[in-house]
């Protein structure tokens, strides 16, 4: 549970992350990450400063977030390296996929048997996580999201 909390420390600080070099220094973010994706067939872009991987007790998260407040989350459970993970398909499953806007609050996501989505990793080495992801997310107040081409490099915090 420790680390489960740790996990979930880690989004939150990384929504905040403020683009001042000593920040970046503190949290062990070195800024060479990237995230894109088609967001409903709009660009989504993250700043390099907040884009990071953190795996722990066999539980993937990636973030990346805009200076607009737009983010994409993706955590994966039973996590093991390369290879291609879903969501959206058991309830038993807690995996998820998430995009999310600040202003106004809102989130998309797939997880459980809402949505769906695939994550493909490419790469997992000591310094670095790669790959590619689609989802549709739901928002039980608006229409669905249909996240496409979406891409991922990420250092290891």
């Given amino acids: 549970m420790k680390n489960f909390k740790k996990v979930f420390l880690f989004m939150f600080i990384a929504v905040l992350v403020s ?9 062990g973010i070195s800024g060479d990450g990237s ?8 660009t989504f872009t993250s700043m390099s400063v907040s884009v990071a991987a953190v795996v722990s ?10 200076s607009s407040g737009e983010y994409v989350r993706i955590l994966i459970s039973n996590y093991s390296g390369t290879g291609t993970y879903t969501t959206g398909t058991v309830v038993t499953d807690p995996s ?6 600040v202003n106004p609050v809102a989130t998309w996501i797939s997880t459980f048997n809402l949505g769906s989505g695939t994550i493909e990793i490419t790469e997992d080495n000591s310094t670095a996580i790669s790959g590619t992801f689609s989802f549709t997310g739901v928002n039980q107040g608006s229409a669905n999201k249909v996240i496409t081409e979406g891409v991922f490099s990420a250092p290891k915090s």
């Fill in 19 to 27: 683009c001042s070099d000593s920040a970046d220094e503190d949290l």
């Fill in 35 to 42: 995230l894109s994706a088609k967001v409903d067939n709009a």
């Fill in 57 to 66: 007790n066999g539980i993937l998260s990636v973030q990346g977030s805009n």
């Fill in 96 to 101: 998820s996929f998430s995009y999310g806007t």
